[in-house]
């Protein structure tokens, strides 16, 4: 069985660097060549619109995005999203902001909707490209720094693409008999 893999492309093309990621996506897109069992798919500002996809199932998630960790503008960023660690609910109400969901809320609402819908888990691994944004204003187009950072994402989303394809194999999930949880 082939496993399943969704990259996505989040943020607001309005808010100038903050459409880093559906700027990676579109160049995704047009590129093409990506193996079998990978979608890829500009969800902008639709984070409903996302968790309710990632309910279909998937081996693994790759989301990009802006990713502020005070480093320097365009600095490029891989991230491991951990699904097992403890949910900050210091706003209750984000998860129902359908144009104002960042990524961890929209796995937050992601975890809720499997648990309301029967689904076990329907992201097993999640990943990030992130990058460090220089402006966050209103505008449109992206900072000369972020610009030159979409090329260097590309070979990003490439490797951790294969990495998420690799982990979701047959022969890379261990035996359960061995105490590895997978």
């Known amino acids: 069985m082939t496993p399943r893999v969704l990259v996505a492309g989040v943020g607001n093309v309005f808010l100038s660097d ?3 990621g559906v700027e990676v996506v ?3 897109l047009a590129r093409g060549g990506l193996p079998d069992g990978v979608e890829v798919a500009d969800f902008g500002i639709r984070g409903m619109h996302l968790a309710y996809q990632l309910l279909d199932g998937y081996d693994g998630l790759l989301l990009v995005d802006t990713h502020q960790r005070g480093g320097a503008p365009g600095t490029v960023y891989r991230l491991e999203h951990d699904l ?3 949910r900050d609910d ?6 129902l902001d359908g144009h104002g969901m960042d990524p961890a809320t929209v796995l937050a609402l992601l975890a809720e909707l499997a ?3 029967g ?5 097993h691994r999640v990943l990030v490209v992130g990058c460090e944004p220089a402006v966050l204003d209103e505008g449109m187009g992206l900072s000369e ?3 030159a950072a979409v090329e260097p994402a590309l ?6 693409v294969g990495l998420l394809l690799d982990s979701a194999a047959p022969e890379a999930v261990p035996n359960a008999s061995e105490g590895v949880r997978p």
């Open 18 to 20: 903050d459409g880093f």
């Open 26 to 28: 579109r160049r995704l």
């Open 145 to 147: 720094p972020v610009a």
């Open 119 to 123: 689904v076990a888990r329907p992201v």
């Open 155 to 160: 070979h990003a989303v490439d490797e951790l």
């Open 115 to 117: 648990v309301a819908n």
């Open 84 to 86: 097992d660690a403890p």
């Open 90 to 95: 210091t706003e209750p109400g984000a998860a």
